[in-house]
């Protein structure tokens, strides 16, 4: 791993939301983006070589919406950047972690992602994100 990539965090609105860490950072999102498949909507905002990933439900059914049932807003994940997400799977799977999707699939931002069971990390969903080619 060689960097923090994001910091994901559950939002029930994410215009409000937009409108705050635009306040808190004093900048403005670098993107919005939809991502279907993961029933989300998504705004990113860069502090250093940092990213805020805030993320809205746009689905009933999406993770974000079961995590914001259970929750509420706040801190969802932490992503982390990988030169190899392959690699870096079979290196975690053999060391224990639990993968919940050991393919990579289409995340926001141009990236494939991969996410471990908060049960294998300490509570914590952690992604881990590759840039496409």
């Known amino acids: ?6 910091l994901g965090i559950a939002v029930k609105n ?6 705050l860490f635009e306040r808190l950072l ?5 993107k919005e983006e939809e991502v279907g498949s993961e029933g989300v909507l998504t705004s990113f ?6 990213k ?6 746009s689905s009933e ?5 079961k995590f914001m049932e259970r929750r509420g807003e706040g801190i969802h994940h932490i992503a982390f950047d990988v ?4 690699s ?3 290196r975690l799977k053999a060391n224990g972690f639990e993968i919940l999707n050991e393919i990579p699939k289409e995340g926001a931002d141009h990236k494939l992602v991969v996410f471990l069971h908060p049960r294998s990390t300490n509570g914590v969903l952690v992604e881990l994100c590759q840039d496409k080619d």
């Open 1 to 6: 791993m060689r960097k923090i990539e994001h």
């Open 14 to 19: 994410l215009k409000q939301s937009n409108a």
């Open 26 to 30: 004093g900048k403005a999102s670098y």
């Open 45 to 50: 905002f860069q502090v250093g070589e940092t």
């Open 52 to 57: 805020i990933e805030l993320l809205e439900a």
């Open 61 to 65: 059914n999406s993770p974000i919406a």
């Open 83 to 86: 030169e190899d997400i392959r």
């Open 88 to 90: 870096e799977v079979e």
